[in-house]
């Protein structure tokens, strides 16, 4: 039996190392088309700010230890240009064939700049690869760059902007849509406006940029530019070879992590995943759900059988110290999703006042007509992650305000008010349903 | 309707602003003991510290704030030396009666020193009201002690224990039990002992201390003793009313927290709740239970339906800036209680590598014929509360171990690691099931 992973990076090796603990015997190959393996993405912006000095500690394995260690075959510069499935094959770039019994597209995403006028300037940058960081810490080195324009408020745009902004730039971030990390939820936005804005970075939302000029883009002077928005799923080698897109753009997949053919998985960013709270198919491209589709199309490719149980799509970023975290539905998405959604938003000190500490802010959604919790925010210098977690884990429960009002949460004054603000929301919420 | 509470604590005040809420028209007397209302009993270690200034610091509210912004009746120095239910009435120490219609009774705990000789010397202390804390405060100025026992590791205990090295004393623990914070669990009793005795803080344990000297106690030379084992729940004055108590020693009620006796409700630390995980009635004196409780308590006494769904026993104590958190049953706990446990246990990184910060423990425990969580701890000086609130709202939602190891829990690198702890414990778990 064997089994080749198109894809080298959070998806693909998560696959690769879970089926070989399932069948030792598998033969298993990895084929990445650039030059490096498993390296954190998501580390990438703080290698940009200096935080991380060397991109090679983002770099987890490399293909060596796979091949040592693990029994894979893992190949850097393999660039896989077709999938022939009725002759269980796919094909290189340099022509060289591989066989396979499964298979896995763990193709990834891009940020597509196709249709973007000068998106090939030098001083133009994507953040998506170990290679991209490195050309933009050496820009940064060489050019001395004082005014900077990134495009896109989604996570990656924005944690760029913090990076660039750390490295002393003056920096505008451009939005195509009314609010940023792809969320509709203009209280957030606003949240994250103040953040940046008291940070020093401009944002300005519902512009779409259809060019980069040499010195500006969208009437903003700056020398350097971070194409951060239009991600796409990188869909097309699968979809060429018969695999069925889903209508979020991304491949279709059943809870196995299987595609719409026999013995084809797919994971990771370039896959839809089904959304916790609406049972609906999703594309939210992340790198928890990376490993985790990762690992469960490694099982069942491998012969297991898991199931994936879906995704709230549960973030948090961090802008110049504070947490900005969301999961499941905002109210404006949950009223998009035929629900009939109530919201509670409230601030709230993250410790007594007497022992002293930041305040922090929660926002609860729950549909009014069940009563059950359906998503929520929070945002703080200090807890924000936990608590998010604390939402997304009753969002997997299915659990209900009145229920999760009552829940028994850790108190001690070094780290919590008697009422945590989780709770507090909810009482808060209860009066609304 | 007249509406009595005996209590003006956590769970005294919770109730009565919760009837007053539900009833503008009630009239509510609350009736407490002593001289003062409304602080945080959580805070008196951090009094003790130094850390908060002034006593008054912790107080929340007055007896004049209640009359007048909530038109509660507030009287400090009422103690209340019996109940007559057959005629709704309680009787004052002056010889003065209260009627009621309904009566909450909220008479807390207290550290039972009556059988220990010497308790009552000069240099013995409890930490369980602000009068205690001052004249503990008072005595550290004055007579600036060298050498503590404290009697018990308990949570106040231990954060006594704490309070007192930071004010530059040798100290030393005594503990009855094999194991610290009323969870029979030693790997959490040897991290705590691992952290104590790293910080000058020297832990006995399986000591019975019945005697205190006027300068030793069970051989440990000292000039102070906090005797802070031995809790009881005082039921007494609800006891001898007719008021049924449970097996546990405290006052039995039901999810309604009403007692045996209609009308009478009994809220915080003298009342047993409902164990969500074992669905049985425990006696887990908290101050967050207390809150809970109180609030269920007054809005049925005010006529309300509110139904408490029990308690997980989630707690977190920091010691010397390290959490110490639990939730659920630990493994022997499961045993006693019936279960087939099994645990898992790791150590973990609460971010990337390159990205740096600490590590954290966190153990799992479910039971094996049904997959089902039990309880688990976390460890650590970051995220430790975020991570025991997971796990308590996974056990309050009965979920399973398989369901938990795929929570869509939030990453990013200043955060988290792409698998947070909590996952990778659920994974190694999902191998002993």
């Given amino acids: ?44 912006p703080y290698f940009v700010e200096g935080r991380v000095r060397e991109a090679r500690q983002l770099i987890v394995h490399t293909p060596e230890y796979f091949r040592r260690e693990r029994n894979i075959d893992v190949r850097t510069g393999a660039h896989v240009i077709s999938i ?16 396979y019994d499964r298979l896995i597209v763990a193709t990834g995403a891009r940020c597509d700049t196709s249709r973007m006028e000068g998106a090939r300037r030098p001083n133009v940058f994507t953040l998506h690869t170990l290679e991209d960081a490195e050309r933009m810490r050496g820009f940064l080195r060489d050019k001395k ?29 451009i939005e195509r849509s009314r609010n940023v990390l792809r969320r509709e939820d203009p209280a957030l936005t606003a949240a994250v406006r103040r953040q940046l804005e008291q ?33 796409k799923p990188n869909v097309e080698l699968a979809a060429e070879a018969g695999v069925e897109v889903g209508r979020s753009g991304a491949i279709r997949t059943d809870d196995r992590m ?18 916790t709270v609406t049972g609906r198919p999703v594309w939210i491209p992340l790198g928890t759900t990376a490993n985790k589709t990762g690992r469960v199309a490694g099982a069942n490719a491998a012969g297991g059988r898991k199931r994936f149980n879906g995704v ?46 930041g305040k922090t802010t929660v926002e609860l959604v729950a549909d009014r007509a069940t009563g059950r919790l359906l998503g929520g925010s929070a945002i703080g210098e200090d807890g924000a992650a936990g608590r998010i977690n604390v939402i997304a884990t009753a969002l997997e429960a299915r659990m209900r305000v009145d229920q999760f009002e009552q829940l028994d949460l850790a108190y001690s004054p070094p780290f919590a008010t008697v009422w945590d603000p989780l709770l507090i929301a909810a009482q808060q919420l209860m009066k609304e349903l």
């Avoid at 013995?263 to 089904?274: N, P, Q, S």
Wanted: charged share 20%.
């Fill in 1 to 44: 039996m064997a089994l080749v992973v198109v894809g080298g990076v959070a998806a693909g090796l998560s696959a690769a190392a879970r089926a070989r603990r399932m069948d030792p015997s598998l033969e298993i190959v990895v084929l990445e088309q650039g030059p490096t393996v498993s390296y954190g993405a998501c580390g990438l």
């Fill in 84 to 99: 022939q499935h009725p002759r269980r094959e796919v094909t290189l770039a340099t022509g060289e064939r591989v066989r």
């Fill in 145 to 173: 760059p004082r005014r900077a324009v990134v495009i896109g408020a989604g996570y990656i745009g924005l944690e760029a902007a913090d990076a660039l902004r750390r490295n002393g730039l003056r920096v505008t971030v």
């Fill in 199 to 231: 940070h020093g970075v401009e944002l300005v939302c519902d512009v779409e940029v259809r060019a980069i000029a040499a010195d500006r883009v969208a009437d903003v002077a700056c020398d350097m530019v971070v194409a951060a928005g239009g991600f």
């Fill in 258 to 275: 299987e595609t719409s053919l026999r013995g084809v998985f797919a994971a990771g960013d370039c896959a839809e995943t089904m959304h």
């Fill in 312 to 357: 709230a799509g549960t973030t948090i970023v961090g802008l110049f110290g504070m947490g900005f975290a969301t999961t499941g539905l905002s109210i404006a998405q949950a009223r998009a999703e035929g629900f009939s959604p109530v919201a509670a938003r409230i601030e709230a000190g993250v410790r007594p006042r007497y022992y002293g500490g």
